[in-house]
């Protein structure tokens, strides 16, 4: 088609800005296949500390402007996983330390066992035990909150037009959820990024491929689903309604608060984003508790559960389910939301 319009068309760059968009998803789509099925690939018995040495030696001689700390557990747990994709997070998270540092700075590289408990892990909705943790510190620029929470969502990215796409993160963010596994950030502007990775020390089954319908709790309702992403309106709506359930959208904060208050008689549930334009999660969580005390809400996001989603699960909201979700993970989330609601009432 962009062969047949002139560069002169009006419509010329609207085309190609829909070429690019186009390109974009084809991308992000065989970056997803790392970890979208649910499955792992050529799982290995493996030590955190000597996969990251041999990565961190990689990147000192392409980085010598930057000055390596290592500092890694003698008797570090062993963890099941597959070490190509591992190795990818690693990368990603060392680019990323690299480009926060382009006039050199130190990087610190650090392993420990550690076991976390319930309270931890509870958001991430993994099972507390043993875990083994790799935490990645550079002294660059660092981020400013906003940045720091929405650092995991596909395409965000901090770079120029054309310099990146914003996946390496989100990527990672897959993959380590898909070992069952949790990654959080934590970073201040000027003062530099950690990066903090917890693998299920070795021991543990980890899940092979699985039949999604065997997993698929299907349910019945009205499910309210506010999101300001339009994409991710569409294709939830389409797991909820595979999952039985009817569906109500909204594509802001102060729409979705005007919908239950038309039809709060007639919403079982509410999935809530938590980062929107106009109206935030948390005002728009508050304002709809002030419409119906009762209403049951799960909290969506692409980032950890930490900060503001962390201030929301306290007030009382019912769930949080990370983004990006399967439908699998759908099901579950709100047959749990729904059974513990039933089980208070």
């Known amino acids: 088609m962009m062969m047949d319009i002139e560069n002169t068309h009006p419509h010329h760059k609207g085309m190609g800005n829909i070429l690019g968009y186009v390109e974009r998803c084809a991308m992000l789509t065989k970056q997803l296949l790392g970890f979208a099925r649910g499955g792992k690939y050529e799982?290995?018995?493996?030590?955190?500390?000597?996969?990251?040495?041999?990565?961190?030696?990689?990147?000192?001689?392409?980085?010598?402007?930057?000055?390596?700390?290592?500092?890694?557990?003698?008797?570090?747990w062993t963890v099941d996983a597959d070490r190509g994709q591992i190795e990818q997070v690693l990368l990603n998270l060392l680019v990323n330390a690299g480009q926060a540092m382009p006039g050199g700075?130190?990087?610190?590289?650090?392993t420990r066992n550690v076991e976390l408990n319930e309270k931890f892990v509870r958001p991430y909705g993994f099972e507390p035990g043993r875990y083994v943790r790799l935490a990645i510190t550079d002294t660059g620029i660092g981020m400013d909150p906003e940045t720091r929470q929405r650092i995991f969502e596909?395409?965000?990215?901090?770079?120029?037009?054309?310099?990146?796409?914003?996946?390496?993160?989100?990527?990672?963010?897959?993959?380590?959820?898909?070992?069952?596994?949790?990654?959080?950030?934590?970073?201040?502007?000027?003062?530099?990024?950690?990066?903090?990775?917890?693998?299920?020390?070795?021991?543990?089954?980890i899940e092979t491929e699985r039949g999604v319908e065997e997993e698929l709790r299907k349910g019945a309702g009205t499910v309210l689903f506010i999101d300001d992403e339009d994409m991710i309106l569409q294709v939830g709506s389409q797991m909820l309604n595979a999952l039985g359930y009817t569906v109500l959208t909204s594509a802001s904060g102060s729409q979705g608060v005007e919908i239950l208050?038309?039809?709060?008689?007639?919403?079982?549930?509410?999935?809530?984003?938590?980062?929107?334009?106009?109206?935030?999660?948390?005002?728009?969580?508050?304002?709809?508790?002030?419409?119906?005390?009762?209403?049951?809400?799960?909290?969506?996001?692409?980032?950890?559960?930490?900060?503001?989603?962390?201030?929301?699960?306290?007030?009382?909201?019912?769930?949080?389910?990370?983004?990006?979700?399967?439908?699998?993970?759908?099901?579950?989330?709100?047959?749990?939301?729904?059974?513990?609601?039933a089980t208070t009432n």
Not at 51 to 61: D, I, S, Y
Not at 105 to 110: M, T, V
């Open 43 to 76: 799982v290995s018995t493996l030590n955190l500390s000597e996969l990251v040495t041999g990565n961190a030696e990689m990147f000192g001689r392409t980085k010598k402007e930057i000055t390596i700390f290592e500092d890694y557990q003698e008797d570090l």
């Open 261 to 341: 208050r038309d039809q709060k008689t007639q919403v079982d549930l509410v999935i809530l984003d938590m980062v929107m334009p106009d109206m935030g999660g948390k005002e728009t969580f508050d304002a709809l508790r002030q419409i119906d005390p009762d209403i049951k809400v799960l909290l969506s996001s692409g980032y950890s559960a930490e900060g503001p989603a962390n201030e929301i699960m306290k007030k009382g909201c019912n769930g949080f389910i990370q983004k990006p979700f399967n439908i699998s993970e759908l099901s579950s989330k709100i047959s749990s939301v729904l059974k513990e609601a």
């Open 105 to 110: 700075g130190s990087l610190f590289l650090e």
């Open 154 to 205: 596909p395409f965000f990215t901090t770079k120029k037009r054309g310099e990146g796409t914003g996946l390496g993160l989100a990527s990672a963010y897959g993959i380590i959820k898909n070992h069952s596994g949790i990654i959080d950030v934590i970073s201040q502007r000027s003062k530099g990024t950690t990066f903090r990775i917890y693998i299920p020390a070795g021991g543990k089954v």
